[in-house]
C-alpha cells in the first residue's frame, strides 16, 4: 500500500510537472540562443512594459518619448501565459510607459508614464489587487518636467529621477539669478537629479546635485539607495555606481570609477549580497551590454580590492555563457539590458537579451562598408545563474521590444534609514543646517587609492617633492602607503619642509549651472564644465581637512601644494546636506579599507601648540576643537570657514622650533633659493588678489576674456605676436570670435604637411588632425597647472608636463598675484567663461535669461526633425559620439612625426550626437553663436573648412584625397536653417 501511494504520488507530480511545461515548449523553441535546452518557466507574475524599438535611447539621454509603449502584466513568467495591457485606458495605444517597480509588501507598482496629451513624464503607482491606477507627480503648469526611473522606499516613499531640479533651482533665485533648469555637460538635456516624495504626493525633495543625470534607481539591504550617474567633465565621461542614505546624507562612489570598460547601468543587489548590473560603454549600444555579477564587498573597482583574498579573487564576472563585449561595436552575441533578481533562493534573474543586430553601413569617413551595431530587439528571459539556461517569456514583436520586467512577489524590506536630523539625538548640526552649509572631513590627503592620485608618483622630483612611505598595513591590498606619522612629526625638521609635506591647501570649488541656449564656445576647449571657486582651507600636517561647504550644491577639490597650484584633483562631484559631517578616508581613498589616519595615528601629534589631540581625532578635528573654544561659535568648527585667498599660518609648532626653521629658511633663501621654498618651511602664506593691476575675479568667477587676456596683452603679446608661439595677442579668430591667445594656449598646435594643409590620420575610420600637446593640459585628476608646460615657462621650473622645458622662460614675469590667478585659471578646466551671464543689461542687480551671452533665438526644431537632423547624423555622428574617459580615448592618439613634436590625443568631442532628437537639436544650438552670422557659427565653419583655418578633420573623397565633411548643398541647408 506504501508502494502505491508512493508511485501514484510520482505520477501526479510527474503528470503536475509536465501539464506546467508542455505549454512553454509548445509556444517556443526548446532551445534557448545558445544551443542549451531551456529550464521550466516560473509560476509568479510578471509587469514588465512594451515599448517601440525607437524609443530606447543612449543612457546620456535620460528622456525618450515615442508614442506605442504601455505597461503590461503575465500571471505567470511564462510565454504562454496571457498578457495584460494595464495602462491602455490611459494611453489608448498612444502614450509611453518605462521603469516599473514593485513594493516590498508586494501590494503596490509604481512606474513613469507619459500619456498622449502630457506634456511630460509624471510618476504614476497601480495597485496589485485591483489593478487601479494613481497619478503621483503632475506636469508644471509652466515649464515641462520629466519625472523617471521611480523606486519605492521601506517606509513607502518614492524616490525618483527628474529635471525638476527643485533645490538648484531655488539657491539660483537666492543668488539673484532667474531659476532655470541647468541643461548637462553636453548641453542636451536638462540635469535629472533624485528627488523623494510622499506616498500621497506630498512633501517633494531634491536629494542629489550634480551636473550631470542620476538614474537606474535602487535600495541595497542596507538602506541605502543605490543609482548610477553620469560623470561628465574634462576626461572622465562614464557611469559609475553611486550611493548615498534616502535624505541624500552619506554620498560615496560605491563601485566603478576607474574601472576598465567604461560605465554600469541598472544595478541590483543579489540575495548573496553581491551586485548585479549591465557593464556597457557609455554610448553606441543603449546602455545594454554583459551582464555582470560584482563583489561589492571587496572590491570598490576592478583593481581595487581588500587584501587577504584567495589568488583568483575578481571584482566582477559575466554570468551569461557567451562573453558579451563591453565597449562600442558589434557584440557577436547580443546584449543584455535590465536585469532584476527572482527572490525564491533559485539563483534565477528576469533579464532582456537582444541578438546580435549586425548591420552594415557606407561610412562616409573612409569611403569603405563598415559593420555597426544597430538598434537592438529585447525580449524577457528567466535566467538560470547556475546552469546559464534561458527561458524566452516575452519575445520582441514587430515594431515593440520587451524589457524592465519585474517580478510581483514580495520580499525582505531593506532596513529602514530615517532620515537625519537635529537636535536631540540627531546626527545633524542644527547651526550649520540654519545657515544652509554642511562640513566635509577628510582624514588625510595622503590616503590615496591603487591609482596612486596623491603618491610618490604624482610629486615634481625638480622641487624635491616626496611623501614618505611606509609597509601597507595587514589588512591593505597596496605595496605601500604614506608615513603619515612621520610626515606630521613637526619636530623634525626633515618632515617640515615641503620636500616631505607637499599638500598644504585644498581648493573648493562648484560646478555652474548652465542654461539652454548659451553656447558651447563659452566654455572652451578644455572640456570642462563651468567651474566657481567657493574658497581655500589648510591641510594639516597629517594631511586632514575640516571645511564648511555650501550644502545641496555639486562640489570638488583640489588637493593644492605651497603655490597653491593643484596636485591632484577630484574630478567627480560630491554633496552634502544642510547640517551634515560628510566624512572620507582620503581622496581618491580606498573605499573598502580602514583609513590610515586613525588611532594612535590620530592622536599622537609630537608638538601640539593647541593642546593634547582626543583618542582618534584628527589634527583638523583638534583645531577645530580647541579654537572653537576660544571663539565661542556656536556649531563647534571654527576654523573650517573656507577662505577668499589662499592663506597659511602654522598653529601646530611650538615657537622655539618655528624660530629656528625659519632661521634656517631664510638663510636658505640668502643662498639663492626661491622665496616660496622658505615660506613652505613655516613662514606664513598669503596668495591674494592685491598686486594686480587688472581685474581681479569676482565671487571666483574667472573668465579668460576678462581676467587672463588683460594680463598677458599687458606683460606677454608684445613677444608673442603672429611670430612667435604661441600667439598671446588680444586679437579673435574671424571663424569664430574665439580669442586666437586663448586656443594657441588650449588647444594644441597643428601639424602640417609638405603643401602646408593640416596633417590627416585615419584611426578607426575617423580622420583626426594631428596636433602636438597643448601648452596647458588639464581636465583630469592628474592634470592641471602642475602639468601644464605654461606654468613650467612661466615658473622656469620643470613640472609634470609631458614636455621638456626648454628656450627661453617667463620666470618673475608675473607677480605672485598674477601667478595665483593663471594657476586657478588652469586647475579649474582653462575655460573660456566662467558664467553663461554677460553685462546686466537692466541693471536690476539680477542674471536674466536674456543676458545670456550668447543665447539665441532657436531656429526651426521641425525643420531639424525634417531634415538637418539627417545631415548631422549621416554626417557627423560616426565622430561625434559620447566616448569614455580620457584612458579610453587614448586609443586613438595620432603618433607625430614632423619636427620631433610632441604627439597629442584629439580633444574629447563636445558636440555629441546620439541619434536622440531633442538632444541633438539642443547640442546643435548650443554650436550657434550668432544666427546673423550663419556662415561663422562653429556649426557651420568648421566642418565646411578646407584646410584653412579653423581646420576640422575631413573625409576621403574616393580618389585618394579629402572633402570637407560639410559641402553643397548640405552646407547652404543648415545655413538656410540658422538664418533668422
Given at each position: 500500500m506504501f508502494m502505491m501511494y508512493v508511485g501514484l504520488k510520482y505520477l501526479i507530480l510527474r503528470l503536475t510537472v509536465l501539464v506546467f511545461v508542455l505549454p512553454?515548449?509548445?509556444?517556443?523553441?526548446?532551445?534557448?540562443?545558445?544551443?542549451?535546452?531551456?529550464?521550466?518557466?516560473?509560476?509568479?507574475?510578471?509587469?514588465?512594459?512594451?515599448?517601440?524599438?525607437?524609443?530606447?535611447?543612449?543612457?546620456?539621454?535620460?528622456?525618450?518619448?515615442?508614442?506605442?509603449?504601455?505597461?503590461?502584466?503575465?500571471?505567470?513568467?511564462?510565454?504562454?501565459?496571457?498578457?495584460?495591457?494595464?495602462?491602455?485606458?490611459?494611453?489608448?495605444?498612444?502614450?509611453?510607459?518605462?521603469?516599473?517597480?514593485?513594493?516590498?509588501?508586494?501590494?503596490?507598482?509604481?512606474?513613469?508614464?507619459?500619456?498622449?496629451?502630457?506634456?511630460?513624464?509624471?510618476?504614476?503607482?497601480?495597485?496589485?489587487?485591483?489593478?487601479?491606477?494613481?497619478?503621483?507627480?503632475?506636469?508644471?503648469?509652466?515649464?515641462?518636467?520629466?519625472?523617471?526611473?521611480?523606486?519605492?522606499?521601506?517606509?513607502?516613499?518614492?524616490?525618483?529621477?527628474?529635471?525638476?531640479?527643485?533645490?538648484?533651482?531655488?539657491?539660483?533665485?537666492?543668488?539673484?539669478?532667474?531659476?532655470?533648469?541647468?541643461?548637462?555637460?553636453?548641453?542636451?538635456?536638462?540635469?535629472?537629479?533624485?528627488?523623494?516624495?510622499?506616498?500621497?504626493?506630498?512633501?517633494?525633495?531634491?536629494?542629489?546635485?550634480h551636473s550631470g543625470h542620476d538614474r537606474d534607481v535602487a535600495l541595497l539591504s542596507n538602506g541605502k539607495i543605490m543609482f548610477n550617474r553620469w560623470e561628465a567633465s574634462g576626461q572622465r565621461n562614464h557611469f559609475p555606481i553611486i550611493s548615498m542614505n534616502p535624505d541624500g546624507?552619506?554620498?560615496?562612489?560605491?563601485?566603478?570609477?576607474?574601472?576598465?570598460?567604461?560605465?554600469?547601468?541598472?544595478?541590483?543587489?543579489?540575495?548573496?549580497?553581491?551586485?548585479?548590473?549591465?557593464?556597457?560603454?557609455?554610448?553606441?549600444?543603449?546602455?545594454?551590454?554583459?551582464?555582470?555579477?560584482?563583489?561589492?564587498?571587496?572590491?570598490?573597482?576592478?583593481?581595487?580590492?581588500?587584501?587577504?583574498?584567495?589568488?583568483?579573487?575578481?571584482?566582477?564576472?559575466?554570468?551569461?555563457?557567451?562573453?558579451?563585449?563591453?565597449?562600442?561595436?558589434?557584440?557577436?552575441?547580443?546584449?543584455?539590458?535590465?536585469?532584476?533578481?527572482?527572490?525564491?533562493?533559485?539563483?534565477?534573474?528576469?533579464?532582456?537579451?537582444?541578438?546580435?543586430?549586425?548591420?552594415?553601413?557606407?561610412?562616409?569617413?573612409?569611403?569603405?562598408?563598415?559593420?555597426?551595431?544597430?538598434?537592438?530587439?529585447?525580449?524577457?528571459?528567466?535566467?538560470?545563474?547556475?546552469?546559464?539556461?534561458?527561458?524566452?517569456?516575452?519575445?520582441?514583436?514587430?515594431?515593440?521590444?520587451?524589457?524592465?520586467?519585474?517580478?510581483?512577489?514580495?520580499?525582505?524590506?531593506?532596513?529602514?534609514?530615517?532620515?537625519?536630523?537635529?537636535?536631540?539625538?540627531?546626527?545633524?548640526?542644527?547651526?550649520?543646517e540654519a545657515a544652509d552649509q554642511g562640513v566635509l572631513h577628510v582624514r588625510s590627503v595622503y590616503d590615496t587609492d591603487s591609482n596612486n592620485l596623491l603618491a610618490p608618483s604624482m610629486m615634481i622630483a625638480s622641487e624635491g617633492e616626496m611623501i614618505a612611505q611606509i609597509p601597507a598595513p595587514a589588512d591593505d591590498s597596496r605595496q605601500t602607503v604614506a608615513d603619515i606619522a612621520a610626515i606630521k612629526d613637526l619636530s623634525n625638521i626633515n618632515y617640515r619642509t615641503v620636500e616631505d609635506r607637499p599638500?598644504?591647501?585644498?581648493?573648493?570649488?562648484?560646478?555652474?549651472?548652465?542654461?539652454?541656449?548659451?553656447?558651447?564656445?563659452?566654455?572652451g576647449a578644455a572640456g570642462s564644465v563651468m567651474q566657481q571657486i567657493l574658497g581655500y582651507s589648510e591641510v594639516e600636517p597629517d594631511g586632514s581637512v575640516l571645511v564648511k561647504v555650501p550644502a545641496d550644491?555639486?562640489?570638488?577639490?583640489?588637493?593644492?601644494?605651497?603655490?597653491?597650484?593643484?596636485?591632484?584633483?577630484?574630478?567627480?562631484?560630491?554633496?552634502?546636506?544642510?547640517?551634515?559631517?560628510?566624512?572620507?578616508?582620503?581622496?581618491?581613498?580606498?573605499?573598502?579599507?580602514?583609513?590610515?589616519?586613525?588611532?594612535?595615528?590620530?592622536?599622537?601629534?609630537?608638538?601640539?601648540?593647541?593642546?593634547?589631540?582626543?583618542?582618534?581625532?584628527?589634527?583638523?578635528?583638534?583645531?577645530?576643537?580647541?579654537?572653537?573654544?576660544?571663539?565661542?561659535?556656536?556649531?563647534?568648527?571654527?576654523?573650517?570657514?573656507?577662505?577668499?585667498?589662499?592663506?597659511?599660518?602654522?598653529?601646530?609648532?611650538?615657537?622655539?622650533?618655528?624660530?629656528?626653521?625659519?632661521?634656517?629658511?631664510?638663510?636658505?633663501?640668502?643662498?639663492?633659493?626661491?622665496v616660496t621654498v622658505s615660506v613652505a618651511l613655516g613662514i606664513d602664506i598669503d596668495l591674494n588678489y592685491g598686486a594686480l593691476t587688472t581685474p581681479?575675479?569676482?565671487?571666483?568667477?574667472?573668465?579668460?576674456?576678462?581676467?587672463?587676456?588683460?594680463?598677458?596683452?599687458?606683460?606677454?603679446?608684445?613677444?608673442?605676436?603672429?611670430?612667435?608661439?604661441?600667439?598671446?595677442?588680444?586679437?579673435?579668430?574671424?571663424?569664430d570670435g574665439v580669442l586666437l591667445s586663448y586656443k594657441s594656449l588650449v588647444k594644441g598646435a597643428q601639424d602640417l604637411d609638405t603643401l602646408n594643409n593640416p596633417q590627416l590620420n585615419l584611426k578607426d575610420g575617423a580622420y583626426l588632425t594631428q596636433r602636438r600637446l597643448p601648452y596647458v593640459s588639464v581636465g583630469g585628476p592628474r592634470e592641471s597647472s602642475r602639468s601644464s608646460y605654461l606654468m613650467e615657462k612661466l615658473s622656469a621650473t620643470e613640472l609634470r608636463a609631458p614636455q621638456v622645458l626648454s628656450g627661453a622662460t617667463n620666470h618673475m614675469l608675473l607677480n605672485d598675484s598674477e601667478m595665483r590667478l593663471f594657476t586657478e585659471w588652469m586647475d579649474t578646466g582653462a575655460n573660456y567663461y566662467n558664467s553663461p551671464f554677460g553685462v546686466d543689461s537692466d541693471a536690476d542687480g539680477i542674471s536674466d535669461l536674456a543676458e545670456v551671452i550668447d543665447l539665441v533665438s532657436p531656429p526651426s526644431l521641425d525643420v531639424f526633425r525634417s531634415t538637418i537632423h539627417g545631415i548631422l547624423s549621416s554626417q557627423c555622428a560616426s565622430c561625434h559620439k559620447a566616448i569614455g574617459n580620457k584612458s579610453d580615448f587614448d586609443q586613438r592618439i595620432i603618433a607625430s612625426t614632423l619636427n620631433n613634436a610632441v604627439p597629442s590625443e584629439n580633444t574629447l568631442p563636445r558636440f555629441v550626437l546620439t541619434g536622440d532628437l531633442l538632444g541633438d537639436y539642443r547640442a546643435a544650438l548650443a554650436f550657434i553663436e550668432d544666427r546673423a552670422a550663419t556662415a561663422q557659427n562653429s556649426l557651420v565653419n568648421y566642418p565646411i573648412s578646407t584646410g584653412s583655418a579653423p581646420v576640422h578633420p575631413q573625409i576621403a573623397d574616393g580618389a585618394g584625397g579629402f572633402m570637407p565633411v560639410l559641402s553643397g548643398a548640405d552646407a547652404s541647408t543648415i545655413v538656410n536653417w540658422i538664418m533668422p
Amino acid at each position: 500500500m506504501f508502494m502505491m501511494y508512493v508511485g501514484l504520488k510520482y505520477l501526479i507530480l510527474r503528470l503536475t510537472v509536465l501539464v506546467f511545461v508542455l505549454p512553454a515548449l509548445l509556444s517556443c523553441d526548446a532551445l534557448d540562443f545558445n544551443g542549451k535546452s531551456i529550464s521550466p518557466a516560473s509560476s509568479f507574475p510578471i509587469v514588465y512594459v512594451k515599448r517601440s524599438h525607437q524609443a530606447l535611447t543612449e543612457p546620456i539621454d535620460p528622456v525618450s518619448f515615442v508614442a506605442g509603449g504601455d505597461l503590461y502584466w503575465r500571471d505567470a513568467a511564462s510565454a504562454s501565459a496571457s498578457e495584460l495591457n494595464l495602462t491602455n485606458a490611459e494611453t489608448a495605444g498612444n502614450g509611453d510607459v518605462s521603469s516599473p517597480e514593485i513594493s516590498y509588501d508586494g501590494t503596490k507598482i509604481v512606474f513613469s508614464m507619459r500619456r498622449p496629451a502630457d506634456n511630460s513624464w509624471n510618476i504614476w503607482t497601480l495597485d496589485v489587487a485591483t489593478k487601479n491606477l494613481t497619478q503621483l507627480t503632475f506636469d508644471d503648469a509652466l515649464e515641462v518636467f520629466d519625472d523617471l526611473h521611480p523606486h519605492f522606499l521601506v517606509d513607502g516613499r518614492v524616490v525618483f529621477s527628474s529635471s525638476r531640479q527643485q533645490t538648484s533651482r531655488q539657491h539660483l533665485a537666492d543668488n539673484n539669478i532667474e531659476p532655470f533648469s541647468f541643461l548637462d555637460a553636453k548641453a542636451r538635456h536638462p540635469g535629472s537629479l533624485l528627488h523623494v516624495i510622499n506616498a500621497d504626493g506630498s512633501g517633494l525633495k531634491q536629494i542629489s546635485f550634480h551636473s550631470g543625470h542620476d538614474r537606474d534607481v535602487a535600495l541595497l539591504s542596507n538602506g541605502k539607495i543605490m543609482f548610477n550617474r553620469w560623470e561628465a567633465s574634462g576626461q572622465r565621461n562614464h557611469f559609475p555606481i553611486i550611493s548615498m542614505n534616502p535624505d541624500g546624507t552619506g554620498i560615496e562612489t560605491l563601485y566603478g570609477a576607474y574601472s576598465k570598460g567604461n560605465s554600469f547601468f541598472s544595478p541590483r543587489e543579489l540575495p548573496n549580497g553581491n551586485i548585479i548590473a549591465i557593464h556597457a560603454p557609455v554610448s553606441g549600444s543603449h546602455g545594454a551590454g554583459a551582464l555582470v555579477e560584482i563583489d561589492i564587498k571587496q572590491f570598490g573597482d576592478m583593481q581595487d580590492k581588500t587584501s587577504g583574498l584567495a589568488d583568483g579573487s575578481v571584482a566582477q564576472k559575466q554570468l551569461s555563457l557567451k562573453t558579451i563585449n563591453i565597449e562600442p561595436g558589434v557584440s557577436q552575441y547580443g546584449r543584455y539590458l535590465s536585469p532584476y533578481p527572482v527572490f525564491d533562493n533559485s539563483n534565477r534573474i528576469l533579464v532582456s537579451w537582444s541578438a546580435s543586430q549586425q548591420t552594415e553601413i557606407n561610412d562616409l569617413q573612409s569611403a569603405t562598408v563598415k559593420n555597426i551595431e544597430g538598434r537592438p530587439s529585447f525580449g524577457i528571459y528567466i535566467l538560470e545563474l547556475d546552469s546559464k539556461k534561458m527561458t524566452p517569456v516575452v519575445n520582441a514583436s514587430s515594431g515593440l521590444m520587451a524589457y524592465d520586467a519585474i517580478a510581483v512577489q514580495p520580499r525582505t524590506a531593506p532596513v529602514l534609514i530615517e532620515d537625519a536630523f537635529s537636535g536631540a539625538g540627531g546626527t545633524l548640526n542644527a547651526a550649520l543646517e540654519a545657515a544652509d552649509q554642511g562640513v566635509l572631513h577628510v582624514r588625510s590627503v595622503y590616503d590615496t587609492d591603487s591609482n596612486n592620485l596623491l603618491a610618490p608618483s604624482m610629486m615634481i622630483a625638480s622641487e624635491g617633492e616626496m611623501i614618505a612611505q611606509i609597509p601597507a598595513p595587514a589588512d591593505d591590498s597596496r605595496q605601500t602607503v604614506a608615513d603619515i606619522a612621520a610626515i606630521k612629526d613637526l619636530s623634525n625638521i626633515n618632515y617640515r619642509t615641503v620636500e616631505d609635506r607637499p599638500a598644504r591647501f585644498v581648493r573648493v570649488t562648484t560646478a555652474v549651472a548652465v542654461p539652454a541656449g548659451a553656447g558651447q564656445d563659452l566654455v572652451g576647449a578644455a572640456g570642462s564644465v563651468m567651474q566657481q571657486i567657493l574658497g581655500y582651507s589648510e591641510v594639516e600636517p597629517d594631511g586632514s581637512v575640516l571645511v564648511k561647504v555650501p550644502a545641496d550644491t555639486p562640489l570638488a577639490i583640489s588637493v593644492l601644494d605651497a603655490k597653491g597650484r593643484a596636485i591632484t584633483n577630484h574630478t567627480a562631484w560630491f554633496q552634502v546636506r544642510p547640517g551634515e559631517v560628510l566624512e572620507c578616508a582620503g581622496c581618491h581613498s580606498p573605499r573598502r579599507r580602514t583609513a590610515l589616519n586613525i588611532y594612535p595615528i590620530a592622536f599622537n601629534n609630537p608638538v601640539v601648540q593647541l593642546g593634547p589631540a582626543q583618542i582618534n581625532e584628527t589634527m583638523a578635528e583638534t583645531r577645530a576643537r580647541v579654537l572653537n573654544g576660544n571663539a565661542g561659535d556656536p556649531d563647534g568648527l571654527t576654523s573650517a570657514d573656507l577662505t577668499p585667498d589662499i592663506k597659511y599660518s602654522d598653529v601646530w609648532i611650538s615657537d622655539t622650533i618655528l624660530a629656528t626653521t625659519q632661521a634656517s629658511a631664510l638663510a636658505t633663501e640668502a643662498a639663492g633659493m626661491p622665496v616660496t621654498v622658505s615660506v613652505a618651511l613655516g613662514i606664513d602664506i598669503d596668495l591674494n588678489y592685491g598686486a594686480l593691476t587688472t581685474p581681479a575675479p569676482v565671487d571666483g568667477i574667472i573668465n579668460f576674456v576678462e581676467h587672463i587676456q588683460p594680463i598677458l596683452s599687458a606683460k606677454c603679446s608684445s613677444c608673442h605676436d603672429s611670430t612667435l608661439a604661441p600667439d598671446l595677442r588680444n586679437v579673435t579668430d574671424a571663424n569664430d570670435g574665439v580669442l586666437l591667445s586663448y586656443k594657441s594656449l588650449v588647444k594644441g598646435a597643428q601639424d602640417l604637411d609638405t603643401l602646408n594643409n593640416p596633417q590627416l590620420n585615419l584611426k578607426d575610420g575617423a580622420y583626426l588632425t594631428q596636433r602636438r600637446l597643448p601648452y596647458v593640459s588639464v581636465g583630469g585628476p592628474r592634470e592641471s597647472s602642475r602639468s601644464s608646460y605654461l606654468m613650467e615657462k612661466l615658473s622656469a621650473t620643470e613640472l609634470r608636463a609631458p614636455q621638456v622645458l626648454s628656450g627661453a622662460t617667463n620666470h618673475m614675469l608675473l607677480n605672485d598675484s598674477e601667478m595665483r590667478l593663471f594657476t586657478e585659471w588652469m586647475d579649474t578646466g582653462a575655460n573660456y567663461y566662467n558664467s553663461p551671464f554677460g553685462v546686466d543689461s537692466d541693471a536690476d542687480g539680477i542674471s536674466d535669461l536674456a543676458e545670456v551671452i550668447d543665447l539665441v533665438s532657436p531656429p526651426s526644431l521641425d525643420v531639424f526633425r525634417s531634415t538637418i537632423h539627417g545631415i548631422l547624423s549621416s554626417q557627423c555622428a560616426s565622430c561625434h559620439k559620447a566616448i569614455g574617459n580620457k584612458s579610453d580615448f587614448d586609443q586613438r592618439i595620432i603618433a607625430s612625426t614632423l619636427n620631433n613634436a610632441v604627439p597629442s590625443e584629439n580633444t574629447l568631442p563636445r558636440f555629441v550626437l546620439t541619434g536622440d532628437l531633442l538632444g541633438d537639436y539642443r547640442a546643435a544650438l548650443a554650436f550657434i553663436e550668432d544666427r546673423a552670422a550663419t556662415a561663422q557659427n562653429s556649426l557651420v565653419n568648421y566642418p565646411i573648412s578646407t584646410g584653412s583655418a579653423p581646420v576640422h578633420p575631413q573625409i576621403a573623397d574616393g580618389a585618394g584625397g579629402f572633402m570637407p565633411v560639410l559641402s553643397g548643398a548640405d552646407a547652404s541647408t543648415i545655413v538656410n536653417w540658422i538664418m533668422p
